[in-house]
Each structure stands twice: as structure tokens, then as C-alpha cells.
């Protein structure tokens, strides 16, 4: 008798240009989203300023 393997159900993900704040200091890594970022738009890991950017991430469900 023949098992077929049964497929993992992916999670779709789907990818959406989302508008961030990014950390302007070339040796951060430091981001977050716009829809969770705070007034105080310093990068929570450096202290530096942020600035405005749109990449591509998953969308958040
Ligand atoms: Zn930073």
C-alpha cells in the first residue's frame, strides 16, 4: 500500500510594503513599524534619530 506523503500545511504569509522607522546610524539594525512606533521616534537601541522607509515585510495577522 502507498503512503503519500501528506503536505505541511504552510502558513501564508503574505508580504506587503509596510512603512517603517528605521535607525539613520549605518551600525544599528534598529526598526519598527509605524503602526507601533511612539512619539518619541529615537531608536529604542541607540538613541539615535529614525527615519521613514517602506520595506517589504510579512503582514502582521
Ligand atoms: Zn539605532
Redesign the pocket.
Known amino acids: 500500500m502507498y503512503f503519500s506523503k501528506k503536505q505541511q500545511d504552510f502558513e501564508e504569509v503574505i508580504i506587503e510594503n509596510t512603512v517603517v522607522f528605521s535607525?539613520i546610524?549605518d551600525t544599528?539594525n534598529?526598526w519598527m513599524r509605524k503602526e507601533f512606533a511612539t512619539d518619541a521616534l529615537l531608536?529604542p537601541?541607540?538613541?539615535?534619530d529614525m527615519v521613514e522607509e517602506v520595506r517589504e515585510l510579512p503582514r502582521i495577522k
Open positions: 535607525c546610524s544599528c534598529g531608536c537601541f541607540c538613541g539615535n
